[in-house]
C-alpha cells in the first residue's frame, strides 16, 4: 500500500507534503491537480513534512490537493529502442508527445512497446547466471543490444529457459531463471533502474589507457582522452565550447553517443536532431542518429529535471557499458546542472557554500565523473564510458566552484580561451593550460608506442615545449620591440606559430579539415616539427613574418585536401621549394 | 468578471514588506492573481494557511485591513488580431486612449516548445548594417541581445534593425523605458508608416519597478499568438533586460532568499532562458525572433546579468565608437551571432565565411599593430598596411549607419584586401581567390 499525502505548502516548484506513512529520501511522488498528475521528487523530510522537488510548473497548484507516493526513486527503463530516441530529462521520448508545446504532466512510454525485435539466445538452460549475464541479444540500429539479466538481481540464478531465436515485444518473457530457491522468475527484454545509482555489475575497472579518437587535433594530438577517460571543456561563452562538443560527438570512435543537453539552448539540440540523421558514421556507413541518443533538458524545461538529465544520461550509458560497447557522453552544461541544486538548495533555505552553490558540490561531481569508466565485464569483455562535460564558468573566470570541483574530478583539462576566440583560432583550447593527465599514464605510452609510434609522446612534449617557448618569446619580443631582439627571437615565435595555425587551429565547418585521422595528424605532427627544428637563415626580423605567413598558407591548402590526394602533394612540393629558400642545411 | 460578486473578500493583512504582503486564506492556486487594495498582486508562497503576495505596484500605502480578493487564475491577456497598432502596460491594458482589445484570454508565461517541434533556423534576417549582415549575420528564430552602455545609442540601432528586418510583426517590450525613448519609439515607427504592424508593451521609469516582471511574458504571449495561430513572422525587441533583472532582485531579496553573484537570485539563469527561449522557428514558416538590449556598466560583461545572458542568447552585439573613425560600430571582436553558420555561404555568396574571418583577423592584426605604436614601437610594412585596411574597414563596413546588400558586403571586403595586402598574407581558399580577388 503506498503512502498518500497533501499539499502544505508551496514555494515555486519546491512543495511541502504532509505525508500518512512511510517516504523516503528521493523516492517519486506524483501531486493530483484534477486532470494531471504532476511528477515530484522528495528531497527532505522532516517530521511528517516531506519537501518535494516538482519537476514542471507548479501553477495553479493549492493546499490540500492530493499526493501519491510511488514506492521507487526516479527510475530509467532499459531495453531496445533507446538509440535515436530522443528524450526529455526524465525519459519521456518527446516524439511521442502531441502538440507544439510541452503538456504539463504529460508522460510518455520510453521505449516502443509494441515494436518486435529479432532475438537470438546468448544463453542456454542450466547456464549459472548473476545480474548483467548476457542471456541474448537484439539488433539495434546494427549495434549487437544484449538482453541481460535485470542488474537488481542479487546472487547467482540458474537458467531454466530461454526462448528460442525469433521475433519478440519488450513485454514477452524472453528466459526462464531459477533463483536459489529453485523459484521461477521470469524475464523480459526490459528493466528499470534507479538513475542515482551507478549499475556495477562488471569484474574491475582498470586505469583506463586505450587513446579515444576524436579527430580533433588539439585533442588527439596534444591532450588525448581514452576510452573511458573523463575530461572537461570550461570555457566563457562565446569560445566554441558546444561546436568543440558536437565535433566531438559527430567523430569520436565511439559505438553509442549520448548527449546530455542540459539547460542548454534549445536551437542546439535542434542542430543535432537536423544533421545527425543526415551525417553518415564514416566507420558504419550507418546514420549517426542511429548510435546517438540525445536528452534534452534545454533551459526553458523545468529546472529540477535539469539535475535528472545527466543521471538519466549516464545511467544509459552504464547499460550499454554492459553490453560490452564504448559509449561516449557528453553533456552541456554541467554548470547549469549545478545552478539546478543551487537554486533548490536555496528553496530549502541550507546554509549556502561558495558563490551561493550548496556546500556538498565537490562531492556530487565527483561521484558523478567516477561513474565514467573504462571496465572488464564479468564475461572478460571491455566496455567503457567516455565522459566529457562542459562547464560554463561565471564571468569567464575559472576560479568559481563548479570550475574547481569539476578540476578535482577530471582527468583531461580543455580550456577555452577567451583571447583565442576574439581572433578566431579555433578551437580556442589554450595549448599550454589545457592538460592531460593521460599521458603521464605508462600504461597509456606503451598503448601509443604500438598504435602511432614509440617517439609519439616524446613529439607531443616536444611540441608543448615549442608552443611554450613561442609564447614567452612573444612576450619579449612585445616589451622590447621587433628590433630589440634578434632575428632568432622571430624565428621561434613564428615556429610555434606554425604549430598553432596548422595542428592546433581546425576549420569545423570545413568538409575535410573538421576530422583528422590520427595517421594523418602524425604524419603533420612530424612534418611541423622537421620545420620547427630546422635552421633558418633571415638578414633581418622582417623578412621572417612574410616568408611563415607563405609557409601557414600552404600547409593549410594542405589541412584544406584530402590526405595524399594530387592537390595535397601539390601544396606539399610547393611547400618544399618554399622551405629550401632559407633552410641552412 | 461575473463570478467576482461571489468571491470572498480577506481585509487581514499579517505581514508587508516593500514589495510583498501576506494574510491568511484557503483554496488559493499558485501564481494565481489577485487585488490588493486595488493593485494587482500575484501568489508567490504558500505555507499552510498562510498567501505571500507579490504585489506589482508596490505596497506603498496599503493598510492592514485592505480588501484582497483572488481572481482565480494567473495572469492572462487577450489576444486577436486587433493587437495590432496598439500600445499596452504592463498588464495588458491599453494606454493609447483605445478600446480595451477582445479575442481569447491566453494565460501569459505558458509552457516550453517541446524541442522536437522546432525547426532548425534557416531564414536570413537583412539589416543592411554591414557589422551585423557580413559579421553577425542574424537568423530567423534566433535571440540576440545589444550588450550597450547606456550611453550608447542601442535604440536607435535596434528600432532601424526592427524596419529593415522584413516580418510580419514587431512586438516591443519595453521595461523601465524613459518616456523619452517610448516616445522615440512611436515616432520612429509612426513615421515609417509601420505603426499597423507594431504591438508595444511598456512599462515606463514613471511606472513601479516589480510590474516590469510581467512585460516580457506579455509579449512573448502576444508573439506567440502570431507565430503559432497565424505563422507568421514576429520580431520581439526587449529594452532594458538589464532593468528587468533588477526587478527580479528586488523581488527575491523582499522574500529573503540568499542571493548568488552580484546580489542577484540563484534562478537568474533560468529566469532569463525562460524569457529568450521563446525565439524559435516553426515548421509552418512562424517564427519569434528576439532582440534584446542589456545594458552594461562601464562595459563590463563578467557581471551577472550579461553573463548569464551570454550563455543562454544566441551571441550578442556590442556597439562602440571607433575613434579612428569618428562614427559607432558593431565590435567585431566581442560581436557572435552564433547562428550565422546556417546561413552564410548557404543563404548568401559562398565565399562569405572566408570573408569575413579574413577581414577580422586582418583587424586583429591591426589592433597588436596599433599596440605597438601606441608602446613607441617601429611599425613594419605589414603593420602599416593593416592599419590603412583597419581605417577603410571600420569606414566601409562597420559602421552603423552603412546600409547595402550582402553581395556588396563582400564585393567591398575583397576590394579592401587587394588594396592593402598581397594575396598570400590573406590565406583564403585557392579555389575562391582565383574567383573572387581583385587585381588592382
Redesign the interface.
Known sequence: MSTKGKVKGIIANLVIVEAYGPVSQNEICFISTGSTQLMAEVIKINGQNAYVQVFESTRGVKIDYDVDFAGHLLEVTLGPGILSKNYDGLQNDLDKMDGVFLKRGEYTHPLDPGKKWKFKPLAKAGDVVEAASWLGQVDENGMPHKIMVPFTFKGNYTVKSVVEAGEYTIEDTIAVLLNADKKEVKVTMTQKWPVKMAITAFREKPRPFKLLETGVRTIDTLNPIVEGGTGFIPGPFGAGKTVLQHAISKQAEADIVIVAACGERANEVVEIFTEFPELEDIRTGRKLMERTTIIANTSNMPVAAREASVYTAMTLGEYYRSMGLKVLMLADSTSRWAQALREMSNRLEELPGPDAFPMDLPAIISNFYARAGFVYLKNGETGSITFIGTVSPAGGNLKEPVTESTKKAARCFYALAQQRADSKRYPAVDPIDSYSKYLEYPEFEEYVEEKISDTWISMVNHSKTILLRGKETYEQINILGDDGVPVGYHVTYWKSEVIDFVILQQDAFDAIDQSTPIERQQYMLEHVLRLCDADFSFESFTEVDGYFKRIINLYKQMNYSEFNSEKFNKFEKELQEVLQERIVA | MSSKAFQKIYTKITQITKATCSLKA???????LAVVNGKLAQV??????TVTLQVFGGTEGIPTNAEVTFLGK?PTIKVSEDLAGRFFNAFGEPIDGGPAVEGEER?IG????????????SELVATGIAGIDLNNTLVS??KIPFFADPDQPFNQVMAMVALRAKTDKIILGGMGLTNDDYLFYKNVFDNAGALDRIISFVNTTDDPPVERLLVPDMALTAAEYFA?DKNETVLVLLTDMTLFADALSIVSNRMD?????DSMP??L??DL??IY??A?Q?PSGGSITIIAVTTLSGGD????IP??T???T???LFLRRDSDIGKVIVDP??S?S??K?LVIGKKTREDH?NVM?TA??LY?DAANAKT?ME?G??L???DQRSLDFAKDYSEKLLAIDVNIEIDQMLNTGWELFSKHFRK??V?I??ELMDKYWKEN
Do not use: C, M, W
Not at chain 2, 484557503?26 to 501564481?31: F, K, N, V
Not at chain 2, 532568499?257 to 553573484?261: D, E, N
Open positions: 484557503s483554496g488559493i492556486g499558485y501564481d494565481e508567490v508562497k504558500i505555507i499552510g494557511d494567473s494565460e505558458g509552457p516550453s516548445v517541446n524541442p522536437v517541434r522546432r525547426k532548425q533556423p528564430g534566433q503559432v532568499q540568499i542571493p548568488s553573484k540563484g534562478s539563469y533560468s532562458a525562460k527561449e521563446k524559435v516553426f560583461i563578467t557581471h551577472a553573463d548569464n551570454g550563455y543562454i544566441e551571441g550578442q571582436f566581442r557572435l552564433r547562428l553558420q565565411p574571418n577580422v583577423r586583429a605597438k608602446n614601437f617601429d613594419t610594412d605589414y598570400e598574407e590565406g581558399k585557392q
